[in-house]
Nanobody
Framework: EVQLQASGGGLVQAGGSLRLSCTGS????????IGWFRQAPGKERELVSC??????????SNADFVKGRASISSDNAKKTVYLQMGSLKPEDTAVYYC?????????????????WGQGTQVTVSS
C-alpha cells in the first residue's frame, strides 16, 4: 500500500521559517516525482515545488511565488522529501500536501500525481 505522510506544519510568524517533511512507503521511491502542493481556503490547489527522486528531467522545480524562499530536497535512504520555506508571508497560509507521481514527464506542473498524503496546516501570522 502506497502511503505518504506529511508533517512539520504549524503556526509561525511572518518572516519565519518551517521545514515540511513527506515520508513515503509502499513504492519504489526513485521512480517517482514528489510534489508539494498547497490549498488555501477558497482557493485552488497549487504546486509549490517538486523534485525528481531518480534524477529525471524534471529535476527540481519551484513555483514563482516561492522562488528564493523555498528549497526542496530528498533523503532517498529515508524515503523522505523536505520542503524548507523561509521568509514566510501570511499569504503562505494553507494546507500543504505532498503527492507522488511516476517520473515520466518533463513538467512537474503538467504531470499526474497518483498518490496523495494527508495535509499539514501552515499558518503564518502577521
Amino acid at each position: 500500500e502506497v502511503q505518504l505522510q506529511a508533517s512539520g506544519g504549524g503556526l509561525v510568524q511572518a518572516g519565519g521559517s518551517l521545514r515540511l517533511s513527506c515520508t513515503g512507503s509502499g513504492f519504489d521511491f526513485e521512480d517517482y516525482v514528489i510534489g508539494w502542493f498547497r490549498q488555501a481556503p477558497g482557493k485552488e490547489r497549487e504546486l509549490v515545488s517538486c523534485i525528481s527522486l531518480g534524477g529525471g528531467s524534471i529535476g527540481i522545480s519551484n513555483a514563482d511565488f516561492v522562488k528564493g524562499r523555498a528549497s526542496i530536497s530528498s533523503d532517498n535512504a529515508k524515503k523522505t522529501v523536505y520542503l524548507q520555506m523561509g521568509s514566510l508571508k501570511p499569504e503562505d497560509t494553507a494546507v500543504y500536501y505532498c503527492a507522488a507521481g511516476l517520473d515520466l514527464s518533463d513538467s512537474g506542473m503538467k504531470m499526474t500525481y497518483d498518490y496523495w498524503g494527508q495535509g499539514t496546516q501552515v499558518t503564518v501570522s502577521s
